[in-house]
Nanobody, 124 residues
Framework: QVQLVESGGGLVQAGGSLRLSCAASGRTLGNYGTGWFRQAPGKEREFVAASRQNGGSTYYADSVKGRFTISRDNAKNTVYLQMNSLKHEDTAVYYC?????????????????WGQGTQVTVSS
């Protein structure tokens, strides 16, 4: 079992930055692919970013490419999502997740562990 706890959400003005953290316990997060997803009110959960196991390749949704960066700190068993140049449309609950899937990490149904989510609100 992997327990995931997100933090770092909040209210920020458009153009600002936030860094989300996802701290894992139970197992070594580096052995899992990790992803960030988000869900806005009335919308389906959507892929944001993912990092392959053990610091491999990273993947981003087109809507966040060039603005968001996913990274890991294996010593802290934590994954981060640095969000810059935030837009109003980035407002959502952000979830981190862990997967042992070696295929497409953009698919939410391939993740087996999920955090509880953290709210990000970007004021326009």
């Amino acid at each position: 079992q992997v327990q995931l706890v997100e933090s770092g959400g909040g209210l920020v003005q458009a153009g600002g930055s936030l860094r989300l953290s996802c701290a894992a316990s139970g197992r070594t997060l580096g052995n899992y692919g990790t992803g960030w997803f988000r869900q806005a009110p009335g919308k389906e959960r959507e892929f944001v970013a993912a990092s392959r196991q053990n610091g491999g390749s990273t993947y981003y949704a087109d809507s966040v490419k060039g603005r968001f960066t996913i990274s890991r700190d294996n010593a802290k068993n934590t994954v981060y999502l640095q969000m810059n140049s935030l837009k109003h449309e980035d407002t959502a609950v952000y979830y981190c997740a862990a997967s042992n899937w070696l295929g497409d990490l953009q698919r939410a149904n391939k993740y087996i562990y999920w955090g509880q989510g953290t709210q990000v609100t970007v004021s326009s």
